[in-house]
DNA sequence: GTTCCTGCAAATCCTTTGCAAGTTC
DNA sequence: GAACTTGCAAAGGATTTGCAGGAAC
């Protein structure tokens, strides 16, 4: 069970880490593979709950160094939301943006190929080189529209 | 000198406070009109010290306070930045999004009714109900970029 | 053995809140 | 005078940092 997941992730964190002449340890290895088992978008909290559920000794601080390891190895990409920041796997996924739910908090990511391009030619108008962006659209997902319809509905009907 | 500037926004300030039975002050007052008179963009900690040029005795807290006020009155509309938020004028002013340059600090302003209109029809798809968006784009700016090449050809001529 | 890690507590940053005193209506 | 505002100090939440003890190399 322990074995599979993210395999080739596990080996570029390993390679990370030799090039910078760090250490490896247990709580990493947990830590990166409770990251690599989970949903997408989790916050530091979901993340350290649920490493804790296996290791309970093991820190906050811990995970959000971490972190930081593995978004400089390239494994994981910050979503800075409003309040606090979450965090999704980057290894060899195509560049998306997000919608996010008020009511329920769901993500949905998309793509745009249209958008970036777009984007793409406004930089270049303005002799402006692009490093990076942050692209959320924030609303009602489909399911929280029409349960509140249904509320709605019941109210006056 | 005084008197001239964002005299409508003053009227709809003044409008929103009596619907909503607050009252006037010389504190939000002059605040307001530090606001209107300034450059777009500012940080709390921006306000606050043009504020405090006219009026030293007005605190962090009220500025924070009437700029909430502000947002409710359609007057002002928060930056979500990264570390920080920052404000820019609201009133009448058509829907932008923000360059970012990451070495001076610059924010340039753009706008794409193609990029809105992407973003429709992608949420139309999925059935999401758009109420707001974060669109900032971060990089280095024309005058950050030649600055860099220069000195890069210095370095190495 | 040296260098790096860890967890705790404390510190930091930005923002909000409780409260007593002062203003506006 | 009732209701709202203000500024201070304190609280709040997310994230970072100092440090002494522990682990990896």
């Known amino acids: 069970m322990k074995s599979t997941v993210g395999r080739e992730e596990k080996e570029v964190f390993g390679a990370y880490l030799s090039k910078n002449h ?6 990493r290895e947990v830590i990166l593979d409770t990251f690599l088992r989970s949903d997408r978008h989790l916050s530091v909290d979901d993340l350290l709950q649920m490493v804790q559920k296996r290791r309970p000794d093991i ?4 995970v959000y160094r971490t972190l930081k390891l593995l978004q400089s190895a390239g494994l994981a990409q910050e979503l800075a939301l409003d309040g606090q920041s979450r965090f999704e796997r980057d290894y060899k996924r195509e560049h998306h943006d997000h919608f996010i739910c008020k009511s329920c908090g769901a ?8 958008i970036e391009r777009l ?5 270049a ?18 399911s929280c529209t029409s349960r ?7 109210r006056s009907p």
């Open 22 to 27: 760090l250490k490896r340890s247990e709580q």
């Open 59 to 62: 820190g906050r601080t811990t």
């Open 107 to 114: 993500i949905f990511e998309f793509t745009s190929p249209d």
């Open 119 to 123: 984007q793409d030619e406004i930089a």
């Open 125 to 142: 108008d303005i002799g402006f080189a692009i490093e990076g962006h942050r692209h959320q659209i924030y609303g009602s997902c489909r």
């Open 148 to 154: 509140a319809s249904r509320a709605e509905a019941r």
